[in-house]
């Protein structure tokens, strides 16, 4: 059996989680949220840049670094990475801190995975 979330709530492998009483034994774990974390175009950030941020903060290599910066720079955004809400807003921080210190206008934002 699985929910709308893809998660078996049969409490596989504990059994029924209903004890003899009616009691549930074993909590249900939903899924954690996942977030992407965006990067946006601008005008004057370099190339090389976004890729230098691809490589560090999302252990991109040479070549994805350049396709994902690529992207972004002809769409006006792009996916950097997915991941759990306490680490994507990390990234963003470091992202934003980093360009900003480098005096780029580079922006990262982040968006609820569906
Ligand atoms: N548009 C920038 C340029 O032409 C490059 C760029 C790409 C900037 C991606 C930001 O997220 C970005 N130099």
Do not use: C, W
């Not at 965006?38 to 396709?67: G, Q």
């Not at 910066?69 to 990390?90: C, F, N, Q, R, W």
């Not at 470091?94 to 990262?108: E, R, Y």
């Amino acid at each position: 059996m699985a929910d709308e979330n893809g998660n078996r709530n049969d409490n596989y492998p504990y059994g029924s989680p209903e004890g003899e009483a009616g009691v549930q034994l074993v909590p249900k774990l939903d899924t954690p949220k996942m977030y992407k974390v965006i990067l946006l175009n601008d005008d004057y950030t370099p190339m090389d840049f976004v890729v230098l941020v691809l490589r560090r903060f999302f252990a991109k290599s040479e070549e994805e670094a350049t396709k994902i910066m690529l992207d972004v720079h002809k769409k006006g955004a792009g996916v950097a990475g997915v991941y759990s809400l306490e680490i994507a807003e990390m990234k963003v921080m470091q992202v934003n801190q980093f360009a900003q210190l480098n005096q780029n206008p580079l922006k990262s934002t982040l968006e609820e995975e569906p």
